[in-house]
């Protein structure tokens, strides 16, 4: 079989000493982060970018895949001992982790969580490596219609599945598409929206964006937040499970993976619902339902392993289609398109040992997390009382050096403070920035394919609705929204996020 | 209809909507349109202005119709001196260099925080963000910016 010679070629990509040792400290780094308080992969990532340009775009990729996952891991441990989840992923966490610390079994929550993130981690590993091959080769045949209605479909699904009202989720979108076509226009050389400044004639960088409204735009959210933390941790005992507490777990982990990988595929699915969905439904199909929030071992179990395995899968349509699915995809797309990479179904033909090496480290990073993360637990929780008074100047100062460090311009400095101010005010008014990311990002492609469709098809706007795929995909557009805007999943939609 | 503010969260989410359509039709105002079949400069940003406009105006009309819960105080002090230290690291770090630029960026920054004290820890930390700073990005990862600037020179 092809996938074994494929994993086999990614084993010896990732299992290169560099590329071992920036996994590594990816995991490292991006444990840190999920366990620090207010700060997010997605600042973490765009801040760490300008570290990785010199790096090869293999190394550079493990490296923020990394962080992402890590990430998650490092905000289940906070979820289960002090009650704190770093991520919005691990905040089911929280409810029978955080119980089951409360009665002395905190080892085993903790090796729970990291047992089912592993298992999960592996098979969607499998699934990546199974799945993409025939995806990427359905994307190779799109022409421009069908990229231009996949886009648009990765958009519209990416508004569907976030917080907030759907059409102020639309406009941000909408708006962040007309950013990103700031810059000179690649067709008729035309300056566009540059008002003269030479710091926008090549447009603004994503990483001005990511960090101005996710870095910046956090920091002045959290500084509303006045008070200090005080931790009672807890320590650490028994992380062996025995053999019923193994049992306990098996089924509920194989239907969190399940159901996380699948959330994690659809556009702004990932990690986060993931973890939801299937706590819920754990409580709904479990023999032991009754002690849910009582310290359920099978209430740590099933959501770890539901957000580990959407986080991983939502590199599939990044991997295989160029579209990414949340705004940590978008920054890969960034890293991707930095490092001279075009995002899209020919990565993995163009280039195998980069596409199977990040699939196959992904692996060895989550072996690297369970290893590390049990024995490493007393450090993260002395990180967790770091007050934050302490630890924000420092997110600042690096979102300072590392903008300009993209290209050396104090100039994109400045800009960043404009989208600082941007990004606070997009929380204060509930829209969600993540999906304007995503836009900001796909902008310029989702032009250059409508022009290029349009060209082809004689300013026929049929063309999208004629090809058959294209049609599909506009059509699957069209339900989703349909379905969004009917009453009764309007309110489980509020449901689902009312808890975060 | 009254023309009362029901829900501030949408209201203002219209405005900014609307506004920022609005100055993108007007400094695009010379772009050429061109036709679907041939699009020029001007086409795609205005079709975005104009969808743009048609979610703002949704939102403005939800901010006068359905009640929500106001939008709350907001941190104008800590968002404008965050904002502001940036600001002033931007334009010193060519002129006065990393080093004062980076000690207005965390002293400044850091007294946004309503627990800000200037005493040993905060300045022991200052240092050592400086200093790290200097070592890993100025020295380690060779970035152009002088320790200290052309007014020094």
Redesign the interface.
Known sequence: MDIFANLLLGLQTAASLTNLFYCFIGVVLGTAIGVLPGLGPVATIAMLLPITFGLQPVTALIMLAGIFYGAQYGGSTTAILVNLPGETSSVVTCIDGHEMAKQGRAGKALATAAISSFVAGTVVTLLIALFSPPLAGIALKFGPAEYFSLMMLGLVASVVLARGSLPNALGMIVLGLLLGIVGTDVNSGVSRFTFNASGLADGISFVVVAMGVFGLGEVICNLEDTDERSLLAMKVTGLMLNKDEFKAIAWPVVRGTLLGSILGILPGGGSSLSSFSAYALEKKVSPNAANFGRGAIEGVAAPEAANNAGAQASFIPMLTLGIPSNAVMALMIGAMMIQGIQPGPQVMTDQPALFWGLVVSMWIGNLFLVVLNLPLISVWVKMVSVPYRLLFPAIVVFCGIGVFSVSNSTFDVLLMAGFGLLGYIFRKLDCEPAPLMLSFILGPMIEEFLRRALLLADGDPMVFVQRPISAALLGVCAVVIVIVTLPALRKKREEVFVED | MSTRIKNE??F??GV??IG??AL?LW??RG??FG???????G???RV??G??IF??V??LI?GLRCSAPP?????WK??SI??L???A???L??RAGLVIS?VV???G??S?????RFEW??AL??IG?VVF?VLV?SKG?G???PLFGSWFR
């Open positions: 969260k949408d203002w989410t900014l909507y920022f359509a993108a400094v695009g772009y050429a036709s679907a079949s041939r699009m020029g400069p086409y795609f940003p975005l202005a969808l743009l979610f703002g949704l939102a939800r939008i709350g105080p907001i941190a800590a968002a965050v904002l230290s940036m600001v690291f931007a334009l770090l060519e980076l960026l965390i002293l920054s850091a946004a925080s309503p627990r800000f820890r905060a930390l200052a963000l700073c990005f990862l970035l152009p910016m």
